[in-house]
């Protein structure tokens, strides 16, 4: 009997494999890397990332406040300069667009999520996705570069930051980015 059932669910399972395989039409296929003339690169990229929440023309804005201590629960979208330089009157290389939400209960730490939208040269257009948590008060963070478009296809990497800048009255600060993206 048991027999009889285990050839019946095999059966079963053949029957609704071949099916969805049918139903999946030709919508997706394997390609040959070779025909998008793909080589890996490795791109180191120096910039520095602007917070001025102070003054009229802020490019950081609060949109949800701390609900507990540590920033916890803020939310703060942004669009800040990207520079080639510590001065924010240095070169204007893109954006950093996006936001970070006050993550940690016990520490300043915020997850940050922002793409980086390039303006400069052969970069022009094109982006980086960074996604990662952010100690504020660590010497060093680190975050994920998760993916990438233009000259940045098929990135991955990492990011490391550095403060540079802070003012504690007004939380504006300049922020160091090393990011190591490798891309096709
Ligand atoms: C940037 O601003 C400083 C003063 O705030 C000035 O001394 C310097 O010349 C400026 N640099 C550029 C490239 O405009
Ligand atoms: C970047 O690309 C945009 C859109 O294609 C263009 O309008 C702009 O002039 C370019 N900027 C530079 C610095 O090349």
Redesign the pocket.
């Known amino acids: 009997m048991s027999k009889v059932i285990l050839i019946l669910a095999v059966q079963i399972l053949l029957v609704t494999t071949f099916a969805s395989a049918v139903d999946r039409g030709d919508f997706a296929r394997t390609m040959n890397p070779k025909r998008l003339h793909m080589k890996e690169k490795l791109t180191h990229l120096r910039v520095y990332w602007h917070d001025i929440i102070s003054g009229r023309n802020p490019s950081a804005i609060v949109i949800k406040k701390h609900v507990a201590k540590h920033s916890f629960g803020s939310i703060t979208m942004i669009d800040n300069a990207l520079t080639s330089d510590v001065p924010i009157n240095s070169t204007l290389v893109g954006q950093a667009q996006g936001f970070y939400a006050g993550a940690s209960q016990h520490e300043t730490s915020f997850l940050m999520a922002m793409n980086f939208a390039f303006?400069?040269?052969k970069y022009?257009?094109s982006t980086i996705t960074i996604l990662g948590r952010n100690s504020i008060f660590s010497e060093v963070r680190k975050m994920s570069v998760v993916g990438g478009s233009g000259i940045f296809r098929f990135a991955r990497g990492y990011v490391e930051l550095r403060t540079k800048w802070f003012d504690q009255q007004s939380g504006d600060a300049t922020v160091e980015y090393n990011c190591f993206v490798l891309h096709y």
């Open positions: 303006k400069t040269g022009n257009g």
